[in-house]
């Protein structure tokens, strides 16, 4: 849905490597999302990655690109009106991994 959505209102280059479970940033497991997605609720995590100032003093909002800011916002909400109109719920897709794991080596698994 969310691929639907950017291609008919935002055409964002969309760079899922991001939602691997072995990519050394470990987005998806260190957002606010994650508990809804463990408790089986679809959740969606949307962002415009990092910047160099990102957590920093110098994070001002002097920093935010509004007319990226809008289309972000346009295709969260196309995303969540393809949802709502839907026949049946979004569904979770059952070979994601909902932990990230480290082995004994400290490599992710």
Known sequence: MAEA??????KF???SS???PNHREGWYYRSDHLP???AGIPALFFTTLLHADYHTPFDNPDRIDIEKL???TRWMYATGRLAAD???????DPT???????DFTGTYC
């Open 5 to 10: 959505a950017n291609a008919s209102v935002s």
């Open 13 to 15: 280059t969309i760079d």
């Open 18 to 20: 991001w939602d691997d």
């Open 36 to 38: 809804y997605a463990r």
């Open 70 to 72: 809008t289309r972000m």
């Open 86 to 92: 839907a026949d049946a719920p979004p569904a979770l």
């Open 96 to 102: 994601f991994k909902l932990e990230r794991c480290r």
